[in-house]
C-alpha cells in the first residue's frame, strides 16, 4: 500500500513544540490548558501578539523551531518504520517552505523516519498538496489540517485526521494516538 504523511503536527508536535519556546523566547508562562483549547493552527493569539507579531515571530524562530529537539508523536516513529519493513511505501507531502526542504527531510531521517528521497514532497503550498496526493494516488493520507483534508473528500484515499484542538470540525477517521494507527486501517 501507499502511505502518505504530513509532519508536522501530524508525525511530530510542532504546534506544541513553538508553544513551550515562545513561552521562554517571551519570558511568559502561559499555561499548557491554554494551548490544548486554541482553535487556530497559529499559537500566537495565546502570547497577546497580532497577527503580523505572531507571523514574525513564526519567522525569525523557524530554524529552532523546525530543527532542533522537537518531539515526534509517541509511537509515530514505530509506526511508520513498521509499514515501510512490511514492505509499503511512505511518502511524505509537507508545506514548509522551499528553501528547508534538504534540512527537512536530512532532519526527518536523522529522528528515525524511514525516507526514501523520492517519496518526499516539501514546497508547496497547502492546496497545492492536494494534486501531489492524488497523483500518488495514496491508499491512506494522514494530515491536521482540515483545508487539505477536505479536498481529498471525494477521493478514493482513506483519509485520516491526526487529532488537534483546531479540526475537532471535520469527520473523518481520527487519529489520537499513533499506537491506534493499525486498528484504523480496518
Not at 508562562?29 to 497577527?51: C, K, L, N, R, Y
Not at 530554524?63 to 514505530?78: G, H, L, N, R, V
Not at 532532519?107 to 501531489?132: L, T
Request: aromatic share 12%; charged share 30%.
Amino acid at each position: 500500500m501507499k502511505f502518505g504523511f504530513d509532519i508536522d503536527d501530524t508525525l511530530i508536535d510542532l504546534r506544541r513544540y513553538a508553544f513551550h519556546l515562545y513561552n521562554k523566547k517571551l519570558k511568559m508562562a502561559v499555561d499548557e490548558d491554554v494551548f490544548d483549547q486554541i482553535p487556530t493552527v497559529e499559537i500566537h493569539g495565546a502570547f497577546g501578539m497580532t497577527s503580523e507579531e505572531g507571523s514574525q515571530m513564526w519567522k525569525d524562530s523557524m530554524q529552532e523551531i523546525y530543527f532542533t529537539d522537537c518531539p515526534s508523536y509517541q509511537d509515530a516513529k514505530e509506526v511508520l518504520n513498521a509499514l515501510a519493513d512490511a514492505g509499503h511505501e511512505i511518502y511524505y507531502v509537507t508545506s514548509r517552505p522551499k528553501e528547508y526542504c534538504q534540512q527537512t527531510r536530512e532532519w526527518v531521517k536523522a529522528q528515525g523516519f524511514p525516507v526514501a528521497d523520492e517519496r518526499f514532497y516539501c514546497g508547496m503550498q497547502d492546496h497545492e498538496k492536494i494534486d501531489i496526493i492524488k497523483s500518488l494516488e495514496l491508499d491512506v493520507y494522514v494530515d491536521d489540517k482540515p483545508a487539505v483534508l477536505n479536498t481529498l473528500a471525494n477521493t478514493t484515499t482513506k483519509i485520516i485526521v491526526k487529532n488537534q484542538s483546531y479540526n475537532q470540525e471535520v469527520d473523518y477517521i481520527r487519529l489520537t494516538n499513533w499506537h491506534e494507527f493499525h486498528a484504523l486501517l480496518k
